[in-house]
Every structure is written in C-alpha cells, then in structure tokens.
C-alpha cells in the first residue's frame, strides 16, 4: 500500500508545489490527504494573500476535492484535544491520525514536534527527497507532465525546479542530478 501523507494547508499554497504534491500524488507515489479545515485555511490564505480570488479559490478547493475524492479525512474531532503539537496544528495532527497517515508534509515543522507514535512531520524538501528516493520514475513523470501542463508561459521541467528552489533546494539539486542530468 502506498504511504499516506496529511498535506498541511502552508504546502497548499505555493503554486508549484501544491501542483508537485498533487501530481505526485496523481502518479501514485503516496496517498494524499486534507480535511475540510485544512482546506479552508489554504483558501483563506490564498485569497487574503491577493494569490487568487475567493471564487478562483472555491474552484481550486473543488477541484482537488473531485480529483481525490478519498483525500477529504472526517471523524478526528475527537482526537484533537489529546495531539501534543501547537494548539493551532492539532486538527492537521488529528486527521493524520484518523487516516493512519505516518506523515505531515509541513513547511513550519516547529509547530509538529511533538508528535503521537507512528507519525511525523516532514518538510516539503524532506518529503520530496524521500519520495525521489522510492519513487524516482514516478517524480519524473510528474515533473513532466507539471512542465507540459503549463502553457502561459511555457516551462521546461529545468523552469519547474527552479520555480521549487526556494522551498525544496534538496530536492531541487537531486532532481537534477537524478532527472535532468545537470
């Protein structure tokens, strides 16, 4: 079975890597997961940071939710008071739990410390060379099929890594190695 992951709403919003995290996803490497909470502050982010508009928000927020439908974790309500990571983080902890995910792709780990047996946080860049590392060929076809879906303005799998840099530099250096040859 492949692993599961509760993406937190911070990996959401970052263009580039919300579409590398999903169509990794798309391509099998993990299983991705959200809860309508995570969801929510992703759009609200999105749009109090001038990224998009609510409405442009709303469709991102329903279109992922149609390409995964088996992503949205329900039922951790009751396990939120006893996560003991940051007060503002325990529903992302709680729904991992839920969904027996072993990771929390986060890009503020120090929020995730503490952290129940069995599961815990990574950073994108972590997450990413992990995934690089097991799923090599799978990565590279999400890259791919990243750079040829974007058409205003044309981007090579090249433009795609450096559009992650700044996020996932690891990953960016061995992606290249590994993928581009550079």
């Known amino acids: 079975m492949r692993p599961a992951a509760v993406l937190d709403a911070n990996v959401l919003f970052p263009m580039a890597l919300r579409d590398m995290l999903l169509r990794l996803a798309e391509e099998g490497c993990y299983r991705a997961h959200w809860s309508a909470e995570i969801l929510e502050e992703t759009r609200r982010n999105l749009v109090k940071q001038a990224r998009?508009?609510?409405?442009?928000?709303?469709?991102?927020?329903a279109v992922m939710n149609t390409a995964f439908p088996d992503a949205m974790v329900e039922g951790y309500a009751d396990?939120?008071?006893a996560m003991p990571c940051h007060p503002k983080d325990r529903h992302v902890a709680a729904a991992a739990v839920r969904?027996?995910?072993?990771?929390?792709?986060t890009s503020n780990i120090r929020d995730f410390?503490?952290?129940?047996a069995g599961l815990t946080a990574s950073s994108p860049d972590q997450f990413l060379c992990g995934l690089l590392a097991t799923e090599p060929a799978g990565v590279q076809r999400a890259l791919q099929r990243q750079a040829a879906a974007l058409k205003k303005p044309p981007m090579s799998v090249v433009d795609i890594l450096d559009r992650l840099d700044?996020?996932?530099?690891?990953f960016v250096a061995r992606a290249r190695r590994a993928i581009v040859g550079s």
């Open 113 to 116: 410390a503490k952290l129940p």
């Open 166 to 170: 700044s996020v996932a530099p690891t």
């Open 99 to 105: 969904v027996e995910a072993g990771t929390v792709v």
């Open 79 to 81: 396990l939120i008071e």
């Open 52 to 61: 998009m508009s609510a409405a442009r928000a709303n469709r991102l927020i």
